[in-house]
């Protein structure tokens, strides 16, 4: 079923993800918990608590595609609303101010945080599940039966050569803080500048590849 949501300020690479198809019959919560091992708190609205098998990196979404642009690989990334979500190691939250500091966009209005101990977010809906026009959806889901921990970027230490983390090109905590800084930066700047490439490139060939080639369209105003 496609959905119709409501988002002027999303760049044109957003302009379509994967349609959710019927329920698959568990209930949210339970989905986490059992195929991803993850913990939750029950709702409405479920929400899936940071700071235990990772944190969050909360951007908008504009910056969020370039990011998406900018690297293939990042670990889970969800969309809900303006606001693009990154999953990220557990602890990452506390590094972040440091990280900006030591980055030189200390006291920056980036319109960039993070999520961590205690903290809460929305449970996206997996792919293959109903929502309403205002649910959180996977722009890059993660795998069943796969430890998350190992996809995710990671602080490494402050170094001056590039290290990956979490294997597959992920980039590790401080790249990834640095580009979403500056792209943070360019989308206040430039709050109407589109965001070129096509950020959902791999989504698309994966659902593609797993017979779920529906799109999700976004309204624009």
């Known amino acids: 079923m496609a959905l119709t949501v409501p988002s002027p300020e999303l760049p044109a690479p957003l302009a379509q993800v994967p349609a959710p198809r019927a329920p698959l019959g568990l209930p949210l919560a339970q989905w986490y918990e059992r195929e991803l091992g993850w913990a939750v708190a029950a709702g409405p609205p479920v929400r899936l608590l940071t700071g235990l098998r990772f944190d969050v990196l909360d951007v908008p979404a504009p910056a969020g595609a370039a990011?998406?642009?900018?690297?293939?690989?990042?670990?889970?990334?969800?969309?809900?609303?303006?606001?693009?979500?990154?999953?990220?190691?557990?602890?990452?939250?506390?590094?972040?101010?440091?990280?900006?500091?030591?980055?030189?966009?200390?006291?920056?209005?980036?319109?960039?945080?993070?999520?961590?101990?205690?903290?809460?977010?929305?449970?996206?809906?997996?792919?293959?599940?109903?929502?309403?026009?205002?649910?959180?959806?996977?722009?890059?889901?993660?795998?069943?039966?796969?430890?998350?921990?190992?996809?995710?970027?990671?602080?490494?230490?402050f170094t001056g050569r590039r290290v990956d983390g979490g294997g597959g090109g992920t980039p590790d905590l401080v790249r990834l803080v640095a580009a979403a800084a500056t792209e943070c930066h360019r989308a206040r700047l430039f709050p109407t500048k589109s965001v070129t490439g096509s950020a959902l490139a791999p989504e698309r060939a994966d659902a593609k590849r797993s017979g779920n080639a529906g799109t999700q369209p976004f309204a624009f105003s």
């Open 67 to 157: 990011l998406l642009s900018r690297y293939a690989h990042t670990g889970p990334v969800a969309l809900m609303g303006r606001r693009m979500r990154f999953l990220v190691a557990a602890g990452s939250a506390e590094e972040l101010p440091g990280l900006l500091d030591w980055l030189e966009w200390g006291g920056v209005a980036l319109d960039l945080s993070a999520v961590g101990a205690d903290g809460r977010i929305t449970a996206p809906v997996p792919s293959g599940w109903d929502g309403s026009r205002e649910t959180a959806v996977w722009l890059r889901p993660p795998e069943p039966g796969c430890e998350v921990e190992a996809t995710l970027p990671a602080f490494t230490g």
